[in-house]
């Protein structure tokens, strides 16, 4: 019976972090971050329709490549590629994370570090926005990625 009892305790706990509870910038980015480490794919529901996403990839040989999608098209994928993304445990923790205001918006920096290729993301951010609805949501995000593992 304590075991079972553990059980659900666990699972009420795990829970929190899938709360829709995003009230501040800070809970949205925690909620991002669970979303994420756990591949669910409910994390395409933080980001605006209107999004600016941007990935800027490094090469070895010094080319440098920048690619944007819109929240919308981005929103599609994630369902995509988050069974690859699972698959290879491509997650990626945060540090340093610093939420500077905006006027009506907050940025949120972070030190991204890819887990599956090693290496460190210092020019990580995010841009959120309180909704109609009162929910902070993502209106922009900067990613900088490289092809190959540094591992």
Wanted: glycine share 4%.
């Amino acid at each position: 019976m304590k075991f079972l009892l553990k059980i659900m305790t666990i699972g009420l706990l795990s829970c929190n972090a899938f709360s829709a509870d995003m009230s501040t910038p800070e809970a949205l980015f925690e909620r991002f971050v669970a979303l994420g480490d756990n591949f669910d794919t409910r994390v395409a529901n933080l980001y605006t329709d209107d999004a600016k996403i941007v990935f800027f990839k490094h090469y070895p040989h010094g080319l440098e490549r920048q690619m944007a999608l819109s929240g919308y098209e981005w929103k599609s994928l994630i369902s995509k590629i988050m069974p690859v993304a699972k698959l290879t445990h491509d997650v990626s923790r945060y540090k340093d994370v610093e939420i500077i205001a905006l006027g009506d918006a907050f940025k949120i920096k972070a030190n991204r570090y890819s887990e599956r290729k090693c290496y460190l993301d210092t020019g990580y951010y995010m841009v959120v926005k309180q909704s109609v609805a009162g929910q902070w949501l993502i209106t922009e995000e900067y990613t900088q990625t490289q092809p190959d593992a540094s591992c």
